[in-house]
């Protein structure tokens, strides 16, 4: 939709140079608009200048009612299924884009390591059922099969969108829903871990909180420190300032806004950040 202010200020401009018979004046004006890139709402002002170039101020009418028309329908086709796939515009991703990324990214760790793990799949299926109801979670798998056949998903772009209109929480639990994908079969591959590090690079995600997030994964000595995100020489005090930093970082209030499985695989997450450091308690006898 376009913003009602700047549509009313646009149209007033436009149609005051149209009537001054200033053709020119309406291109320059049009050019500095998409200069800036605000292409909302464009397409009735070309056609205006198109009717008022063969047919003058009637001509120019008749073409901003058809481009009207033309802006609408492209507009509401903006809020499809499909629209993950394309450029977008506005400042967040919509619930339906959003599970259709998410769904995007999940097919291509299931796929890294070269086998379709049923497990895997069974896994992303109850965890959209959860979320979002079975009908709505079967719309979005029959939405999401039907795109994927006809446009290859691209993590770029996928990762790139999601980087700019969602939080840092909430591209960390995204990290997380991958991984807890990849291990749905008892094991995460090397390229599995691949896959996912590649993805977190793509959304921004520090190296040191893709590591943290991955030791949740795996058991090893250093799990317990790399989840905290500090060294094996840390300080009792620097354990206990670790742990403070992680519970703020993944506590699950943070995450209100999203789904309840999004919300549950936040206390997940948590509960880790929690054992690392009772199991570091233990250890050191603080």
Not at 70 to 84: A, E, M, P, R
Not at 146 to 167: G, Y
Not at 261 to 274: D, I, N, P, S
């Amino acid at each position: 939709m376009c913003n009602k202010f700047d549509a009313k200020v646009t149209n007033f401009k436009v149609i005051k140079a149209l009537k001054s018979s200033k053709t020119l004046t309406v291109i320059s004006y049009l050019w500095s608009l998409f200069s800036h890139r605000n292409y909302i709402c464009m397409i009735r002002w070309f056609a205006a200048i198109l009717g008022y170039t063969f047919f003058r101020f009637p001509g120019a009418i008749l073409g901003f009612l058809i481009g009207s028309l033309l802006d609408n329908l492209i507009g509401k086709k903006g809020s499809s299924f499909q629209q993950v796939f394309q450029p977008q515009q506005g400042d967040r991703v919509t619930p339906a884009d959003f599970e259709l990324n998410l769904l995007s990214l999940a097919s291509l760790v299931i796929k890294a390591d070269g086998t379709v793990n049923k497990s895997e799949l069974d896994y992303v299926r109850q965890y959209f059922v959860q979320a979002y109801g079975a009908e709505r979670a079967n719309a979005t798998f029959r939405v999401f099969n039907e795109v994927i056949k006809k446009r290859q998903v691209s993590a770029v772009h996928i990762c790139q969108l999601l980087r700019s209109r969602t939080r840092y929480e909430s591209r960390l639990q995204i990290l997380h829903f991958l991984f807890s994908i990849a291990n749905a079969d008892g094991h995460v591959s090397n390229p599995e871990v691949a896959e996912i590090h590649k993805i977190s690079g793509y959304l921004g995600v520090q190296f040191r909180d893709f590591e943290s997030i991955k030791a949740m994964f795996f058991k090893n000595p250093d799990s317990a420190y790399k989840i905290l995100e500090i060294e094996r020489t840390a300080t009792d005090l620097e354990v206990k300032a670790a742990y403070r930093n992680m519970a703020k970082k993944y506590h699950p209030d943070k995450l209100q806004h999203m789904d309840a499985a999004y919300q549950k695989g936040a206390e997940e997450k948590f509960r880790k950040v929690r054992e690392a450091y009772e199991q570091l308690q233990k250890e050191r006898g603080f």
